[in-house]
């Protein structure tokens, strides 16, 4: 099939079925754009470009890596990537949780609004650029400029941070931070140690963290 007619045949028989499986994708771009029905989409193979773009609901499974853009604008659902993907994973997001095993690009998290991105590898330059809200972990290492012009939301990394962004600012987490970050990354089966929570380090905007200390 071309792109679009996968995507079309995609959204008819989600409609009916509780689970799709998409065998040899051959890293076609679109994958699954704009569904928004309540089903499950296993992909064995890799996707190209825009995988998961603008869902509302589905639970999409990569089975290998992905393209630039994977869940790039999602509302709600779940993204899984049993690989690595491009740059700008998890791009302008509301809602919903992306789950990269692997290796990411540059520019992670890129304005994403709300929800939740998990990356179990390294990420690239310019992690949380103008990040607006949500939760954004990553449990390698971050190079350059992390949290580049970021407003709202907070930054984990567990790694190392070779550089911060403009306005951002990085703490060591508390203990209701590591909390958090146990339950959000307990479902995924990454197995860290009371000890591996005590390495992640935050990073928020620091005229908001300013504020917080004055009141």
Do not use: C
Not at 127 to 142: A, E, H, N, Q, Y
Not at 165 to 193: C, H, R, S, V, W
Not at 198 to 205: A, G
């Amino acid at each position: 099939m071309d792109e679009k007619t996968l995507t079309r045949t995609i959204k008819e028989h989600a409609k009916y079925y509780d689970k799709l499986i998409i065998e040899n994708p051959q890293s076609k771009h679109n994958i699954a754009a704009g569904l928004m029905e309540d089903v499950e989409i296993e992909i064995n193979g890799s996707a190209g470009y825009f995988v998961a773009t603008m869902i509302d609901g589905p639970r999409v499974h990569i089975k290998r890596n992905a393209g630039w853009f994977a869940g790039d604008n999602m509302t709600s659902g779940e993204l899984i990537i049993d690989g690595g993907s491009g740059d700008g994973a998890g791009q302008g997001i509301y809602g919903g949780t992306i789950v990269i095993y692997g290796d990411t690009g540059s520019r992670t998290g890129e304005i994403m609004k709300g929800g939740t991105v998990i990356i179990g590898g390294n990420s690239g330059f310019m992690t949380g650029l103008l990040m607006m809200g949500g939760k954004l972990i990553i449990l390698g290492d971050v190079t350059d400029d992390v949290g580049e012009s970021i407003m709202r939301g907070e930054i984990y990394v567990m790694g190392d941070v070779k550089s911060l962004g403009k306005n951002a600012i990085m703490n060591q987490t508390t203990l209701e931070d590591q909390k958090q970050l146990k339950e959000i990354l307990a479902p995924y089966n990454f197995n860290l140690t009371d000890l591996d929570y005590t390495k992640f380090k935050k990073i928020t905007n620091e005229n908001k963290l300013l504020d917080s200390e004055v009141r």
